[in-house]
């Protein structure tokens, strides 16, 4: 039909994201989403705020355990991520967001005695 010209296999994985970021009117928010899909390079999520493309977002996810090769368990993705589209889902107050992961490190959990 046509060809898939990305550069990184996308998998379609449920996993939650915190995104920081600002909205179309500059108003700083913080929400807690989950993933549709990812990339070794990006990610695509629905969102309840408005942004734009070209908007930069922080980002938190969880490594699922198969990428954690040299981590230790429970490690966290922080990121920042270049918002690169955003599609309007139907009639609702929610659009879903692809972003290109910019930069990135690992934080570990530490259990609290």
């Known amino acids: 039909m046509f060809d898939d010209r990305r550069r990184q296999k996308r998998v379609a994985v449920?996993?939650?994201i915190r995104v920081k970021g600002a909205d179309i009117w500059g108003n700083q928010f913080e929400e807690v989403t989950k993933s549709?899909?990812?990339?070794s390079d990006g990610a695509y999520f629905p969102l309840k705020h408005n942004i734009k493309?070209?908007?930069m977002l922080q980002l938190s996810l969880p490594l699922p355990r198969q990428l954690q090769k040299s981590v230790a368990p429970k490690a966290v993705?922080?990121?920042?991520?270049?918002?690169?589209?955003?599609?309007?889902?139907?009639?609702s107050q929610t659009s879903r967001v692809g972003v290109k992961f910019r930069t990135a490190k690992i934080k570990q959990y530490?259990?609290?005695s």
Not at 36 to 39: D, L, P
């Open 77 to 91: 993705y922080q990121t920042i991520g270049l918002v690169v589209r955003v599609e309007i889902v139907g009639t």
């Open 36 to 39: 549709i899909n990812v990339t």
């Open 110 to 112: 530490r259990s609290e």
């Open 53 to 55: 493309p070209g908007s």
């Open 14 to 16: 449920n996993i939650p």
